[in-house]
């Protein structure tokens, strides 16, 4: 495993995470425990060390997983959970987002993911008329000098938005998380610059691009409605994003080299980029996404300056 500095946090995070929206029941796989505690095993054992989740992934059930997962290495962990959702059933969310409601989610992850503090805490994927709110800043401020927060992060949703990454540093913001990956790389002009000047640190969300860079689908395939792919995206979009991963295996990731692990390295020789944090359905993924931080000195002719 490789680490690297996570912006001003300061903190050194392995360049491979591990996202975990599938625990939540929306990806068309029901876990047990078991399994969840195999794959958090083997993923400190090759040594990563940050968690994404988010109090929406199933009501607060990924972290639960998560919770009873990591309780006994909590201190092995880089924890990141967001607020600003509340899962309704399956594809359906509501926006609690005052300051009271924040603070009350705040205190229901603690408790799902058995901690008294979470090292990242993230706004999720809020619209502008809202994430500006200086009552709900000061809230999280004050939740971070109680110590139940470490660092306050902000996860966008539409990854070109500047006007709230510029304001990062005034709203004690420290690492952005960002849709970027192969099929999507509009961060590169417009808020990873703004990432840089800032010194922020970037986690990169979706670095498979939601599984069509893992080099597994052809177009024409068929996702379950019970599933993130088959429900919000539309048969002519997925395969035209299927499309271009073929022509992207076929032209760029060299043959001796699995496309998931290309794609992964291929996202972390961005010089914001820190860590990404793909989704796992086995210990067996966990085992291939690691494997692809020994590809970090993967050359990319695009980018000259590119990071290792």
Known sequence: ???RRLGKTNLNISVIGIGTWQFGGEWNKTFEQDEVDAMFAVGRELGINLIDTAECYGDHLSEQFIGRAIESTR???ILATKFGHKFNKPFDRDEPRSPADIATQLEDSLIALRTDYVDLWQYHSWGDDKFFDDDVLATALKLKDQGKIRHLGNSVSANNNVKQISASTQMDIELIQIIYN???QTPEDTTFPVCIEQDLGVLARVPLASGYLS???KPGHTFSDNEVRGKWSTPDERDEKLTRAQKIAAEEVPTDTPMVQWALAWCLQHPA???VIPGCKSVEQVRSNAAAASLTDMVRD???QAVK
């Open 75 to 77: 201190g092995d962990w």
């Open 273 to 275: 980029v820190t860590c």
């Open 182 to 184: 192969r099929l999507d």
């Open 1 to 3: 495993m490789k680490y």
């Open 302 to 304: 695009d980018h000259p």
């Open 215 to 217: 080099g597994k689908y």
